[in-house]
């Protein structure tokens, strides 16, 4: 079957991508901005793509065109395949359908910390033997890949609540009817699709509905949002996980001022091991507690899931070091809700003590563009000593005001060269700079590294 992707540079659909590519399958696509890492995967695989939107690529003649859900009416590609009376699908119904059927789908969902904890998981069930399947919001490096089709039964999704497509508007993980499904967090967010954390909720309960009675619901226990979308509805027996205080039945045992490079595990009182790993922070100890909690729902020891996380390198993205120059790093996370920047900077001041550093922002999400999390991001940016802002012209509210409370420890650039400038004269050595973006930031990174090797140079 030939399958035409619309959206394929996206990470979910071009992970579809790989996946219908592994099954057999002849696949092309198309997309606007085509950059790494997706851009690599797709070359790597032998994909061809299509540069835009414009109708002359249905041509090609596919079987089915998947659609993303970056596609609206509109657009040229989206008018001549309806015009044509072409078969088309979403991206999750079409997993759904062709490859998740019939599988365990492990499903990890909530607004935070679904690409880590489902790159936790499948490392922990393919150090086991056990060869999953998965499809991952990132790349994780114990498998540098987004996707892949794996062998049976088990199929590791991360589970996004985002909405599926512009004919379905239901959240993409209604579509992927787990038997295991991990409840990381719940708050307000993709406020351009959400009117407020109820409508949220309401998507979650749609998803603990499709939960067989046999399966297994493991949530955070210390999560309201959570703990009313259960009582919403659940037919299937839950597990919970926290830290110490909370009365979970997976607790991540934490030492005062601790970076989380290593914690104790236990389970119901019992005492399971010590993880000793590379990942920081309090979220990520939660998400490995998450992690080894869904691995031992499908029969992995907790012994062996502590010892795979050993091993496990975390993600791309993912407080990943981009470089190190004149005694500064610099590093790239995805941070870009007020929650995830917050945690974010406390686990790297966990790690690196009284060191300064710099924390620097795009706001580049729909939620974080259209100003709806405005109040809460200054309190976010607390554990940093300096924070830079790009502000793009178009933003739409005011940037500064909404920080203000910051005074002067905050500084903002309309462009992606004077930012780099500015912070790389600021710089010096022991500094760590985070850059915090859902995007490429227009290779800040690069930019960054390089100013700094001409000053060391010189």
């Avoid at 071009?14 to 057999?24: D, F, L």
């Avoid at 407020?196 to 979650?204: E, L, S």
């Avoid at 966990?350 to 991001?377: C, F, W, Y």
Wanted: hydrophobic share 45%.
């Amino acid at each position: 079957m030939h399958l035409h992707i619309l959206g394929i540079a996206g990470t979910f659909m071009g992970g579809i991508a790989a996946i219908a590519k592994a099954a057999g399958h002849r696949v092309t696509g198309s997309d606007r901005n085509v950059y790494p890492p997706m851009s690599t995967q797709l070359e790597g695989l032998g994909i061809e793509l299509v540069q835009g939107y414009d109708a002359g690529q249905l041509d090609l003649n596919p079987d089915v065109v998947v659609v993303g859900n970056a596609l609206s009416r509109g657009m040229p590609v989206v008018e001549a395949m309806l015009n044509r009376g072409m078969a088309y699908v979403s991206g999750p119904q079409w997993l759904a359908e062709q490859v998740l059927h019939g599988r365990h789908v492990i499903a990890v969902a909530g607004t935070h910390g679904k690409t880590t904890t489902s790159s936790m998981l499948a490392w922990i069930l393919e150090r086991t033997g056990l060869e999953p399947g998965f499809l991952i919001g990132g790349v994780p490096d114990n498998f540098g890949i987004t996707a892949r089709l794996g062998r049976a039964p088990y199929f590791v999704i991360e589970a996004d609540e985002y909405d599926t497509a512009f004919f379905d508007k239901r959240a993409k993980f209604v579509h992927y009817r787990p038997r295991t499904a991990l409840l990381n967090n719940l708050e307000f967010d993709h406020a351009d699709i959400y009117a407020d954390v109820a409508a949220i909720r309401r998507q979650f309960n749609q998803l603990l509905r499709c939960v067989p009675g046999d399966g297994r619901v493991i949530t955070n226990g210390a999560d309201a949002n959570l703990a009313e979308t259960l009582r919403a509805g659940c037919w299937t027996p839950v597990e919970t996980f926290g830290v110490d205080e909370d009365a979970a039945d997976w607790r991540v045992h934490l030492e005062t001022g601790s970076d989380c490079a290593s914690f104790a595990l236990s389970c119901r009182g019992g005492q399971l091991g010590r993880v000793e790993w590379s990942l920081l922070g309090r979220h990520n100890a939660l998400n490995a507690a998450a992690a080894i909690a869904a691995a031992a729902a499908v029969g992995v020891p907790p012994a062996q899931s502590i010892r795979a996380l050993g091993e496990f390198r975390g993600v791309k993205r993912r407080m990943e070091i981009r470089g190190v120059a004149m005694g500064v790093t610099v590093y790239d996370d995805f941070a870009h809700h007020p929650t995830a920047i917050d945690t974010t900077l406390r686990g790297l001041r966990a790690h690196v003590g009284d060191a300064p550093i710099t924390a620097i922002l795009e706001l580049r999400s729909n939620t974080m563009k259209l100003g709806a999390l405005k109040e809460q991001l200054a309190a976010s940016l607390a554990a940093a000593d300096r924070c830079w802002f790009y502000t793009p012209p178009d933003l739409g509210w005011d940037l500064p005001a909404a920080v203000r409370a910051l005074g002067a420890k905050a500084e903002f650039a309309a462009g992606v060269d004077a930012l780099a400038a500015g912070i790389a004269a600021q710089a010096r050595p022991g500094d760590h700079l985070l850059v915090m973006s859902n995007g490429g930031f227009g290779g800040l990174h690069e930019k960054l590294l390089a100013l700094l090797r001409a000053r060391e140079a010189s």
